[in-house]
């Protein structure tokens, strides 16, 4: 019988889900791989063809490692919250879960029929109860941790509460809050249960802080960096402002040091590590605080650099600034400082400005909230600010320093202010010569305008005490005069702010806190989950509220707490960020049932980490980062072996779309015809161009008839042919439903079969690179699978198998393919491997082999790459019931490869007659001999005697006649 794949997909899907073929043990004496892709959100699209990409490889190399003898993971799930389904909800009054639900329902039959080998047993959702209760729980572990600098490590918050019970605040090394108190352990006890809490709040690694976030009043929540793209959100394309609001935030900056440690032993791509260092962005520097003019506060020299830079502390109201705090990597030009600029956010903007600046400062304000961070940080050419009216004074020269603020200065950077050298800075020289302020020379290069670098060339000017030193010199000079002053040290300072976390949405995971009064605190832990109530619209509520804030009798009861009668308390309204339920979801398929932790010890140990991680790069500052700072903390408390998440990790290309264009005619007045010019065509008139749908186009023709039914305008569509048909324009984009270039993976499937497209994804390029989508092509892979499928059948499509010993040919073309295969695999070579099996099916086509012993070799081989064909061919060899997948990948045998023959061309006065196949180890004379005695030879010769007989050994034999 002909290859029928629909049969043949359909039957060993059928069969890999009864069989729980690719279900995975957590015992087993073979070693494990892990193999993970970047889970999908499931959107109401469903997949095109881009979207498996990396699933295939993935799953290419999981069934390898297979037949390699690995016990191997290959799990899949859903990363199931999120903005869209609740902007639907939103729409259509619909339970998110239930679109949610559908969508998932589509997503899992569009993956079968693709033929994954996952350990479907294992999937996870993280919008089922049963998963989050544990991203609740690791939110529960940070907030009970805080980081120990001496340690190196997160340590229990309740070792941090024994100190101070003991020693008060002296002696702790902790990354923390900047304005921390200083106590005795009596003053400690003295404190009030709120106070102790507030300051514990500053030592979390989750905690509560007003953060400037992207604020959309469209979608009533805030929005992550990267889903804001010009100051407009990306979904929906709604304004997004900068606004201030009380938020969650986790202490990623505690772990920067380690994240930037820990690249150096992982195998991910070398441009992904190195966004993730200018991420972390370490500088060595120092901190430099400039005082105040006339502060109604104490002298600067009277504070220590470990006290607040206020004097906020308990009863002391909200207290006024002594100075502003810079860090710089610069400290060596302080006597070049001619202005300081101040983020527009930074919290001393109110007291700094001066009534007369007031107007200024409020415009200039309002102007920036309208800019996303990331565009103030692209934006290097646009010189604005304001000046508050207040000055500072230069704490080594005395100098009067006017104060601006500048939206290129961001407040979660450093401390939100930065001290400007315009003869040393190209942004400061620019800043200084639009508001004529003045450049103060640093080293004595006349004309300066920028870059004056003095660990480059000049000598400092302006200070006597740095005059004449190297940069590293003068540096340490002035750090050590700074310190003497007690208004400087040295300091380490990361680009990297910690990571807010929370969003103002209905559709996530819940914040399992309480609040007395303004003081957060736990719900116990075995209260998890805390559950989604149900609300009657998935808005904000009028007062401004979260949605959760719609949710009646929604309250935490504390009865529970052993508190008499119990009173009510409110819950933390706003929901997890995204990334939430995604930083930790590798450790749940080791052991995805687990209600009682969020993974057992014995899985853990066993699987350890993921081996090969597949996924996109545009995640390298998002989920990858935040991952390994969750992994990092786990690792901390105990939960997890590993310090880093994943070994190896591939980011696969894009498949781009392929667009097709029809061509409109105008007419004289300008205006669209309903006449269509074919592409060849259409320099000879005016024409608009127009994206159509490329599932009515084959190889460049539109097909008319489909044209006309596609869109009810086009009905009475006429066309400008050449020769007879219609060429369309054609273009690589991004794939999407706008540009109608979206390529089904369903219709693909049902007219090739899910090996075909699995092969052709691979055959389309190198995994990495992004490459345009062809349909036009997948033709000829499918042709090659009927080609392979033809070697197993005689011309009657019998099946046809003889147990007849290969030959040296045979045995050559098998172990060329073995070798190849598993060299491309191992490299993650897809591509080259499915040219090389084409070759080797042509080869056997060409030597009409049908052995047993070279067949068989060759569909485990190929199993990987096409493996519902295989599984059917491995059944007709006649092999056990099962699958193919507890087959063993065939042994090379470098012996197969080794040349001990040669094809010699026999030419006659130059011009070649005839080949021979002779040993390479005859000598001359014995070759001589043996060409002469050939039939083809003697009938050349025609029973002429040759005149000169010149034989060069391994290349060619010339007879001279």
């Known amino acids: 019988m002909d290859y029928q794949f629909k049969d043949i997909e359909q039957k060993w899907q059928q069969f890999w889900a009864e069989n729980k073929t690719f279900r995975a043990e957590n015992k087993t004496n073979k070693p494990k791989y892990y193999v993970l892709d970047m889970f999908p959100y499931p959107s109401g699209a469903g997949l095109h063809v881009g979207h498996p990409l990396g699933y295939i490889a993935s799953d290419i190399f999981a069934r390898y490692k297979r037949l390699k003898g690995f016990n191997v993971l290959h799990p899949m799930g859903y990363d199931s919250f999120g903005l869209p389904a609740e902007q639907y909800a939103i729409q259509t009054g619909q339970h998110p879960s239930l679109t949610t639900e559908a969508n998932i329902n589509t997503y899992r039959r569009q993956l079968d029929q693709i033929g994954f080998s996952f350990d479907w047993d294992r999937e996870v959702r993280t919008s089922s109860p049963g998963y989050y209760k544990w991203t609740q729980w690791i939110f529960m572990q940070l907030f009970n941790s805080y980081y120990d600098k001496g340690a190196d490590k997160a340590q229990s918050i309740a070792n941090l509460v024994e100190h101070f019970e003991n020693k008060g605040s002296a002696g702790i090394n902790a990354v923390c809050d900047e304005d921390i108190l200083n106590f005795t352990a009596d003053e400690w006890k003295a404190f009030s249960p709120e106070q102790q809490q507030t300051e514990l709040l500053k030592y979390r690694l989750t905690y509560l802080r007003e953060s400037t976030v992207n604020w959309c009043a469209a979608l009533g929540t805030v929005l992550a960096n990267d889903e804001v793209k010009e100051g407009f959100s990306e979904r929906g394309g709604y304004p997004v402002e900068q606004k ?94 001619s202005f300081l600029v101040i983020a527009p956010e930074h919290e001393l903007v109110n007291e700094l400005t001066t009534p007369e600046q007031k107007a200024d400062i409020d415009a200039y304000i309002a102007q920036t ?66 508001f004529n302020l003045p450049i103060i020379p640093i080293i004595d290069i006349q004309n300066i305008e920028v870059e004056a670098d003095p660990t480059k060339e000049g000598k400092y000017v302006n200070s006597d005490f740095i005059n004449g030193l190297g940069y590293k010199e003068a540096t340490a000079a002035v750090v050590a005069k700074l310190e003497e002053l007690g208004l400087g040290k040295a300091k380490v300072n990361f680009r990297m702010r910690d990571a807010i976390f929370g969003r103002q949405r209905y559709w996530g995971e819940p914040v399992p806190v309480y609040f007395k009064g303004k003081i957060p605190y736990l719900i116990g832990e075995q209260e998890l989950p805390l559950l989604l109530p149900e609300i009657d619209k998935y808005l904000p509520t ?124 105008i007419d004289d007045e300008g205006k669209g015809t309903n006449t269509f010019v074919s592409h060849g065509l259409i320099k000879e008139y005016k024409t608009s161009p127009l994206h159509v749908d490329v599932n009515i186009v084959e190889n460049e023709v539109l097909n008319l008839t489909k044209f006309k039914a596609w869109r009810e305008d086009f009905a009475d569509a006429e066309f400008i042919l050449e020769n007879g048909k219609y060429i369309c324009g054609v273009e690589v984009e991004k794939m999407s439903k706008s540009k109608f270039n979206v390529v089904n993976p369903d219709d693909l499937i049902a007219r090739y079969g899910a090996d075909t497209l699995r092969m052709y994804e691979m055959f389309l390029g190198p995994l990495e690179q992004s490459k345009p989508w062809n349909t036009n092509g ?26 007849e010993a290969p030959t040296k040919a045979e045995l050559k073309s098998l172990h060329k393919i073995i070798q190849k295969v598993e060299q491309d695999i191992e490299r993650f070579s897809f591509n080259t ?39 059917e061919l491995w059944v007709l060899l006649g092999n056990p019931a099962g699958s193919i997948s507890t ?75």
């Open 542 to 665: 009028e007062s401004g509220e979260p949605p959760l804030g719609r949710a009646t009798d929604w309250k935490y009861n504390s009865l529970s707490l052993g508190e008499g009668r119990g009173e009510a308390y409110d819950y933390e309204l706003s929901t997890m960020p995204g990334w939430a339920g995604s930083s930790w979801y590798w450790y749940r398929y080791m052991d995805a049932h687990n209600d009682h932790e969020f993974g057992s010890r014995e899985a853990i140990e066993y699987w350890k980490d993921v081996d090969l991680y597949i996924g996109g790069s545009e995640h390298a500052t998002g989920h990858l980062l935040y991952s390994r700072f969750w992994n990092k903390f786990l690792k901390d408390i105990g939960k997890v072996v590993e310090e880093e998440p994943f070994k190896k990790l591939i980011n696969q290309g894009m498949i781009q779309g392929r667009s097709n264009f029809v061509y409109r005619l």
């Open 778 to 803: 997948i033709e000829g892979v499918f042709k090659f699978l009927r080609k392979f499928w033809r070697l197993f059948h005689d011309a009657e499509w019998n099946f046809n198998v003889s147990n």
């Open 369 to 434: 909230k309208k800019k996303s961070e990331l565009d103030r940080m692209a934006d290097t050419k646009t010189v604005s600010g304001a000046f508050t009216g207040s000055y500072v004074t230069n704490p080594l020269n005395g100098e009067k320093i006017p104060v601006w603020i500048a939206d290129y200065v961001l407040a979660g950077y450093g401390t939100g202010a930065v001290m400007a050298v315009p003869s040393g800075d190209q942004r400061d020289y620019l800043f200084a010569k639009h």
């Open 244 to 337: 201030k609001m009380m938020q969650w935030s986790m202490r990623i900056t505690a772990y920067a040091q380690r994240l930037l440690e820990g690249l150096d032993t992982i195998d991910w791509p070398e441009p992904l590590k190195e966004i993730q260092r200018n991420w972390i962005g370490k500088s060595v520097g120092a901190s430099v605080k400039f005082p105040l003019e006339a502060s109604p506060k104490s002298s600067p020299k009277e504070r220590t650099l470990e006290e607040p830079s206020n004097s906020l502390s308990f009863g002391e109201g909200q207290g006024e600034a002594s100075h502003i705090e810079v860090f710089t990597t610069r400290v060596d030009t302080i006597f070049g400082v």
């Open 833 to 871: 491997s499915v040219s090389s099996f084409m070759i080797a099916v042509n080869e056997l086509t060409d030597l009409k082999c049908n052995k047993r012993a070279i067949l068989q070799g060759l569909v485990i081989t190929l199993a990987p790459y096409a493996p519902h064909i295989c599984e």
């Open 887 to 961: 087959a063993a990948y065939p042994t090379f045998n470098p012996a197969y490869l080794v040349e001990d023959e040669f094809n010699y061309p026999v030419s006659f006065n130059g011009k070649v007659r005839t080949n021979i196949s002779l040993s390479l180890t005859l000598e001359q004379a014995d070759i001589e001999a043996a060409v002469l005695a050939n039939a083809d030879v003697q009938k050349h010769l025609d029973g002429k005697a040759p005149k000169k007989v010149i034989v060069v050994k391994g290349r060619i034999v010339n007879i001279v006649i």
